[in-house]
């Protein structure tokens, strides 16, 4: 008795002390949520985010300046891809070492600084985590490189060429290209699911599982909350290698198509969630997969049974439908409701052209922008922002391939262009580069600048980011936006995409008029329902008692009394 009484004063004065040790041990409340279901996160490109040297690259520090930004905002969690030692052959995708920065983006002193500062501005750090494959560069693939007896030959995936010196099978590389580059001094193909400078791991290897988990520990260690998990679909083969069945047609880059039978999304990938999972647990961390699910049982397998695997596996449905459909929409809402696990919400990201492109018709781009943001930030479920969405930032794709950088678009051109466009520097002001650097950026910033950038955007209430702002903040203050049900209504309707969500007795109306005429829905809402208070609306969205008047691709979220 007396023990757990001095257990008890000593956790709160570590409370009292520590607020922040508090609140990370404290995480889950009252109704079991945990901190990440509540969390708005924001993805960030850290080449294109801010560059405190002014080198034309963003950096560590760069990012540490922006927290408060990113604070006020309303992101809680920020998710940097790739900032690992690399040769850059992917932007950071091919890692050279695990445990350190690359000196273009600072040091592991300034990382430590990053995650103070995030921490007195409630800003979570979240690391990219490349698990399928390093760089060819790293020192276990130059080490298993070196010979045949290595004591890292099989911390990869080599193979035994085919008579006549083939390759071991038919797959293909996402990037182009046969799966397999030979190595002339051992004699041997390695198999590279991505680039040949991405040798993938042999995850069927314990001594390979053993250090990527204790790479883990050690970030975890300095601070980081969680890990986005680069490429799991593509963690193991098929150990008989046999070859894919090939389709009609050829790729963007020419090769024969093949489904990717034998190559993505074997068993294996679940066990090693799992465990992984099992150690983020230890660290009251989230797992956020790169999960390229055709289904939602698929989707289902990586949150897995009693969401033992990924608390975020990233359903990217949304990213997949391109134009206003609210009927698709709500089928892919439904959907994701249904799978047993908490939905997370991705419009855009490093990877897709963005979400201003994708959705806006070139005349109402920017009332699509704040329509998008006020649908996806009031579903239930956790959402992940890719840097500059607030601001309206469009693509600005090269128009030469001269100007490419992304190797998948100089291979590609002009049928794939690559993903320079999506990746450009953040806009911070009016002035030359977007206010990202005064030394030429890495890559150019579109003209679109003048207008859509953080400060001019700043000053004035009906700008993209000033709507971002408000439904950001109505949605950490409304616990009926955080925890309550989503019901769709009016499901029939082809213009207007609206729902409830309803949480102890409480709802909230979201009405997005998803057509370019203007609309008068009425709902069927609750029996007693006889006003809507507006909680944040577009110009020219408004209600009269239960009627709501939503003009061409209008906003109005109102709670429902
Ligand atoms: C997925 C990442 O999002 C992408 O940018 C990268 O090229 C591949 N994985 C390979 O790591």
Redesign the pocket.
Same mark, same amino acid.
């Given at each position: 008795m007396r023990k757990n009484l001095y257990v008890a004063l000593l956790l709160s004065l570590v409370a009292i002390t520590c607020p922040f040790i508090s609140a990370q041990k404290n995480s889950v409340d009252a109704e079991g949520h945990e901190w990440w279901q509540h969390a708005v996160f924001y993805e960030l490109y850290p080449r294109s985010f801010a560059d405190s040297n002014n080198d034309g690259v963003g950096d560590l520090n760069g990012i540490t300046s922006k927290m408060k930004y990113l604070h006020e905002l309303g992101v809680d969690a920020i998710w940097i891809?790739?900032c690992y030692p690399s040769p850059q052959v992917?932007?950071g995708?091919?890692v050279a070492d695990y445990e350190n920065i690359d000196p273009m983006y600072g040091t592991l002193a300034d990382f430590d600084h990053m995650v103070a500062e995030g921490k007195k501005q409630n800003v979570r750090i979240i690391l990219?985590y490349?698990i399928?494959?390093t760089s060819d560069q790293h020192k276990w693939f130059l080490a298993s490189k070196s010979s045949k007896t290595s004591a890292y030959r099989n911390w990869y995936v080599w193979h035994d060429p085919k008579p006549g010196n083939q390759p071991p099978n038919n797959w293909i590389s996402?990037?182009g290209g046969s799966a397999w580059k030979f190595d002339p001094a051992t004699g041997q193909y390695y198999y590279h699911?991505?680039?040949a400078e991405?040798p993938d791991l042999n995850w069927n290897n314990p001594a390979v599982e053993k250090a990527m988990f204790d790479v883990t520990r050690w970030w975890y260690k300095r601070g980081v909350s969680g890990f986005r998990l @680069?490429?799991v679909d593509t963690l193991f083969e098929d150990p008989d290698l046999r070859d894919n069945p090939v389709q009609p047609g050829t790729t963007k880059f020419g090769d024969p198509n093949t489904e990717h039978k034998y190559n993505q999304k074997l068993p294996g990938v679940h066990e090693v969630l799992q465990n992984l999972r099992r150690v983020a647990d230890e660290h009251n961390a989230v797992l956020i997969g790169?999960t390229w699910t055709k289904n939602i049982d698929e989707l289902k397998e990586y949150y897995g049974g009693k969401n033992k695997e990924l608390q975020m596996p990233m359903d990217f449905m949304f990213t997949r439908v391109d134009k206003l459909d609210p009927a698709e929409f709500r089928r892919q809402i439904a959907a994701a409701d249904s799978s047993g696990g908490w939905p997370t919400y991705v419009i855009s990201?490093? @990877?897709i052209p963005r979400s201003y492109n994708r959705y806006g018709d070139g005349a109402h781009n920017d009332d699509i922008a704040k329509l998008m943001g006020a649908f996806y930030l009031t579903l239930r479920g956790t959402p992940i922002m890719y840097y500059g969405e607030e601001i309206g930032m469009e693509n600005n794709d090269p128009k030469r391939k001269e100007d490419v950088k992304d190797p998948?678009g100089r291979t590609g051109w002009p049928k794939e262009i690559g993903?320079d466009g999506e990746r450009t520097p953040m806009q911070w002001s009016d002035a030359a580069n977007g206010g990202f650097s005064t030394h030429q950026p890495w890559l150019p910033v579109p003209a679109s600048t003048k207008t859509h950038n953080v400060a001019t955007e700043s000053k004035d209430p009906n700008s993209v980011l000033e709507f971002y702002r408000k439904v950001l903040a109505l949605r950490h203050s409304s616990p009926v936006l955080l925890d309550g049900n989503y019901t769709p209504l009016n499901e029939d309707d082809a213009n207007v995409m609206s729902y409830l969500r309803t949480y102890k007795g409480k709802s909230v109306l979201v009405a997005l008029n998803m057509s370019t005429s203007p609309q008068k829905p009425t709902f069927k809402l609750p029996n007693s329902a006889s006003n809507l208070k507006s909680l944040a609306a577009t110009p020219g969205a408004s209600s009269t008692g239960t009627e709501v008047s939503l003009p061409a691709l209008g906003v109005f979220i109102a709670e429902v009394q």
């Open positions: 891809t790739p992917d932007f995708y091919d990219d490349v399928n494959h996402e990037f699911y991505f680039y991405q @680069d490429a790169e990201n490093h @990877d998948e993903r």
